[in-house]
Protein backbone atom coordinates (compact mmCIF):
# COMPACT_ATOMS: atom_id res chain seq x y z
CA UNK A 1 0.00 0.00 0.00
CA UNK A 2 1.03 3.47 -0.81
CA UNK A 3 2.19 5.58 2.26
CA UNK A 4 3.16 8.89 3.19
CA UNK A 5 5.35 9.65 6.29
CA UNK A 6 6.15 12.31 8.43
CA UNK A 7 9.23 11.60 10.60
CA UNK A 8 8.58 14.99 13.40
CA UNK A 9 5.50 14.73 14.55
CA UNK A 10 5.98 17.92 17.11
CA UNK A 11 8.31 20.04 16.46
CA UNK A 12 8.83 23.09 18.84
CA UNK A 13 11.93 25.82 17.76
CA UNK A 14 12.56 29.88 18.63
CA UNK A 15 11.74 32.77 16.44
CA UNK A 16 14.23 33.08 13.62
CA UNK A 17 14.89 29.34 13.74
CA UNK A 18 15.48 27.58 10.26
CA UNK A 19 12.93 24.87 9.72
CA UNK A 20 12.64 21.50 7.71
CA UNK A 21 9.89 18.99 7.87
CA UNK A 22 10.37 15.26 6.47
CA UNK A 23 8.11 13.48 4.22
CA UNK A 24 8.56 10.76 2.43
CA UNK A 25 6.19 8.38 0.36
CA UNK A 26 6.35 5.46 -0.73
CA UNK A 27 5.22 5.04 -4.85
CA UNK A 28 7.27 4.64 -7.46
CA UNK A 29 5.45 5.95 -10.40
CA UNK A 30 4.33 9.66 -11.15
CA UNK A 31 3.32 11.75 -8.24
CA UNK A 32 2.15 15.17 -7.46
CA UNK A 33 3.16 16.34 -3.97
CA UNK A 34 1.88 19.07 -1.94
CA UNK A 35 2.21 20.46 1.53
CA UNK A 36 -1.15 22.03 3.67
CA UNK A 37 -1.06 23.64 6.30
CA UNK A 38 -4.14 23.90 9.10
CA UNK A 39 -3.49 27.01 11.36
CA UNK A 40 -5.62 27.18 15.01
CA UNK A 41 -8.93 27.80 14.03
CA UNK A 42 -8.60 27.39 10.52
CA UNK A 43 -9.42 25.46 7.51
CA UNK A 44 -6.68 23.60 5.84
CA UNK A 45 -4.78 25.47 3.49
CA UNK A 46 -2.41 24.44 0.66
CA UNK A 47 1.34 25.98 1.55
CA UNK A 48 2.76 24.47 -1.68
CA UNK A 49 2.67 22.00 -4.33
CA UNK A 50 4.92 20.27 -7.68
CA UNK A 51 3.48 18.32 -10.20
CA UNK A 52 7.14 18.92 -12.96
CA UNK A 53 9.59 21.06 -13.60
CA UNK A 54 11.71 22.82 -10.75
CA UNK A 55 11.85 20.49 -8.23
CA UNK A 56 12.56 23.75 -5.83
CA UNK A 57 9.27 25.12 -4.93
CA UNK A 58 8.30 27.87 -3.08
CA UNK A 59 5.04 28.72 -1.68
CA UNK A 60 3.02 31.03 0.74
CA UNK A 61 4.69 32.96 3.59
CA UNK A 62 8.53 32.07 2.79
CA UNK A 63 8.25 28.43 2.49
CA UNK A 64 9.73 25.86 0.10
CA UNK A 65 10.16 22.88 -0.70
CA UNK A 66 12.63 20.35 -2.89
CA UNK A 67 11.86 17.36 -4.32
CA UNK A 68 14.00 14.86 -4.80
CA UNK A 69 12.62 11.82 -6.81
CA UNK A 70 15.69 9.33 -5.81
CA UNK A 71 14.90 9.72 -2.21
CA UNK A 72 11.13 9.85 -3.00
CA UNK A 73 11.25 13.22 -0.52
CA UNK A 74 9.82 16.14 -0.28
CA UNK A 75 10.88 18.01 2.74
CA UNK A 76 9.08 21.61 3.57
CA UNK A 77 11.42 24.01 4.50
CA UNK A 78 11.38 27.84 5.87
CA UNK A 79 15.27 29.38 6.89
CA UNK A 80 13.73 31.89 9.34
CA UNK A 81 10.40 31.02 11.68
CA UNK A 82 7.79 32.81 13.13
CA UNK A 83 5.79 32.62 15.77
CA UNK A 84 2.40 33.03 13.35
CA UNK A 85 3.95 29.64 11.95
CA UNK A 86 2.36 27.96 14.56
CA UNK A 87 0.43 24.96 12.89
CA UNK A 88 0.21 21.92 12.00
CA UNK A 89 1.73 20.66 8.11
CA UNK A 90 0.73 17.93 6.32
CA UNK A 91 2.27 16.31 3.31
CA UNK A 92 0.36 14.71 0.87
CA UNK A 93 0.78 12.89 -2.18
CA UNK A 94 -2.01 12.10 -5.41
CA UNK A 95 -0.47 8.62 -7.45
CA UNK A 96 -2.18 6.98 -9.71
CA UNK A 97 -2.09 3.35 -10.55
CA UNK A 98 -4.27 0.70 -12.61
CA UNK A 99 -5.12 -1.29 -9.47
CA UNK A 100 -6.62 2.11 -7.51
CA UNK A 101 -6.81 4.88 -9.75
CA UNK A 102 -6.41 8.00 -8.71
CA UNK A 103 -5.51 8.60 -4.73
CA UNK A 104 -4.52 10.87 -2.63
CA UNK A 105 -2.68 9.92 0.64
CA UNK A 106 -1.82 12.68 3.25
CA UNK A 107 0.46 11.88 6.13
CA UNK A 108 -0.18 12.06 9.73
CA UNK A 109 0.97 15.91 10.66
CA UNK A 110 3.47 17.79 11.95
CA UNK A 111 2.28 19.80 14.72
CA UNK A 112 4.77 22.64 14.68
CA UNK A 113 4.97 25.47 17.56
CA UNK A 114 7.38 28.47 17.91
CA UNK A 115 7.81 30.06 20.72
CA UNK A 116 8.24 34.00 20.47
CA UNK B 1 -18.11 33.69 -1.92
CA UNK B 2 -18.31 31.12 1.39
CA UNK B 3 -15.86 28.79 -0.15
CA UNK B 4 -16.85 25.20 1.32
CA UNK B 5 -18.95 24.59 3.67
CA UNK B 6 -20.26 21.62 5.25
CA UNK B 7 -23.21 20.51 7.34
CA UNK B 8 -23.76 19.45 10.10
CA UNK B 9 -20.81 20.90 12.35
CA UNK B 10 -21.30 17.94 14.90
CA UNK B 11 -23.67 14.88 15.15
CA UNK B 12 -23.76 11.79 17.90
CA UNK B 13 -25.44 9.01 16.02
CA UNK B 14 -26.17 5.47 17.74
CA UNK B 15 -24.71 2.53 16.49
CA UNK B 16 -26.98 1.30 13.45
CA UNK B 17 -28.61 4.90 12.93
CA UNK B 18 -28.12 6.52 9.30
CA UNK B 19 -26.94 10.14 8.37
CA UNK B 20 -26.19 12.10 5.64
CA UNK B 21 -23.37 14.78 5.46
CA UNK B 22 -23.49 17.76 3.20
CA UNK B 23 -20.70 19.58 1.59
CA UNK B 24 -21.59 22.40 -0.64
CA UNK B 25 -18.91 24.78 -2.57
CA UNK B 26 -19.48 28.04 -4.61
CA UNK B 27 -16.23 28.19 -6.47
CA UNK B 28 -17.67 25.82 -9.37
CA UNK B 29 -15.16 23.35 -9.23
CA UNK B 30 -15.49 20.27 -10.82
CA UNK B 31 -13.75 17.87 -8.50
CA UNK B 32 -15.04 17.26 -4.74
CA UNK B 33 -13.40 15.07 -2.47
CA UNK B 34 -14.92 13.56 1.48
CA UNK B 35 -11.87 12.64 4.02
CA UNK B 36 -11.71 11.36 7.77
CA UNK B 37 -8.78 12.38 10.05
CA UNK B 38 -8.22 10.70 13.43
CA UNK B 39 -6.05 10.61 16.00
CA UNK B 40 -2.64 9.61 14.72
CA UNK B 41 -3.35 8.51 11.09
CA UNK B 42 -3.93 11.68 9.26
CA UNK B 43 -6.65 12.27 6.36
CA UNK B 44 -7.76 9.13 4.68
CA UNK B 45 -9.77 9.65 1.46
CA UNK B 46 -13.26 8.21 1.46
CA UNK B 47 -14.44 9.06 -1.78
CA UNK B 48 -13.99 11.32 -4.48
CA UNK B 49 -15.91 12.52 -8.00
CA UNK B 50 -14.47 14.16 -10.90
CA UNK B 51 -17.52 15.73 -12.14
CA UNK B 52 -21.55 15.85 -11.78
CA UNK B 53 -23.29 12.43 -11.55
CA UNK B 54 -19.37 10.69 -11.20
CA UNK B 55 -18.52 8.97 -8.00
CA UNK B 56 -14.78 7.01 -7.38
CA UNK B 57 -13.59 4.96 -4.28
CA UNK B 58 -10.88 6.38 -2.61
CA UNK B 59 -8.38 4.76 0.23
CA UNK B 60 -11.30 3.76 2.97
CA UNK B 61 -14.33 3.61 0.77
CA UNK B 62 -16.55 1.16 3.42
CA UNK B 63 -19.38 1.52 4.88
CA UNK B 64 -19.75 4.91 3.08
CA UNK B 65 -21.87 6.03 0.25
CA UNK B 66 -21.45 9.02 -1.85
CA UNK B 67 -24.01 11.14 -4.14
CA UNK B 68 -23.19 14.33 -6.56
CA UNK B 69 -26.24 15.48 -8.35
CA UNK B 70 -25.45 18.54 -8.24
CA UNK B 71 -21.99 19.75 -9.46
CA UNK B 72 -21.94 22.05 -6.29
CA UNK B 73 -23.20 19.46 -3.48
CA UNK B 74 -21.25 16.23 -2.34
CA UNK B 75 -23.26 14.21 -0.30
CA UNK B 76 -21.51 11.73 2.06
CA UNK B 77 -24.10 9.20 3.67
CA UNK B 78 -24.08 6.44 6.44
CA UNK B 79 -26.11 4.15 6.17
CA UNK B 80 -25.68 2.28 9.51
CA UNK B 81 -23.34 4.00 11.67
CA UNK B 82 -20.91 1.74 13.47
CA UNK B 83 -18.70 3.12 16.01
CA UNK B 84 -15.63 2.89 13.56
CA UNK B 85 -17.42 5.93 11.81
CA UNK B 86 -16.35 7.79 14.78
CA UNK B 87 -14.24 10.41 12.90
CA UNK B 88 -13.74 14.17 12.04
CA UNK B 89 -15.07 14.31 8.34
CA UNK B 90 -13.40 16.76 5.84
CA UNK B 91 -14.97 17.61 2.35
CA UNK B 92 -12.44 19.60 -0.01
CA UNK B 93 -12.83 20.78 -3.48
CA UNK B 94 -10.38 21.53 -6.71
CA UNK B 95 -10.77 23.13 -10.25
CA UNK B 96 -9.96 19.50 -11.26
CA UNK B 97 -9.86 19.86 -15.76
CA UNK B 98 -8.27 16.19 -15.89
CA UNK B 99 -5.66 15.82 -13.06
CA UNK B 100 -5.57 16.02 -9.05
CA UNK B 101 -2.82 18.69 -9.26
CA UNK B 102 -4.90 21.82 -8.38
CA UNK B 103 -5.20 23.29 -4.91
CA UNK B 104 -7.50 21.63 -2.93
CA UNK B 105 -10.05 23.89 -0.60
CA UNK B 106 -11.40 22.17 2.60
CA UNK B 107 -14.24 22.76 4.48
CA UNK B 108 -14.58 22.88 8.63
CA UNK B 109 -15.05 19.81 9.20
CA UNK B 110 -17.56 17.78 10.49
CA UNK B 111 -16.90 15.97 13.69
CA UNK B 112 -19.11 12.73 14.05
CA UNK B 113 -19.50 10.49 16.92
CA UNK B 114 -21.25 7.22 17.00
CA UNK B 115 -22.08 5.49 20.57
Known amino acids: AQSVSQHNHHVILSEAASLELGCNYS??????LFWYVQYPGQHLQLLLKYFSGDPLVKGIKGFEAEFIKSKFSFNLRKPSVQWSDTAEYFCAVNAYSRGTGNQFYFGTGTSLTVIP | NAGVTQTPKFRVLKTGQSMTLLCAQDMNHEYMYWYRQDPGMGLRLIHY???????AKGEVPDGYNVSRLKKQNFLLGLESAAPSQTSVYFCASSRGGGAHRETQYFGPGTRLLVL
Open chain 2, 49 to 55: SVGEGTT
Open chain 1, 27 to 32: YGGTVN
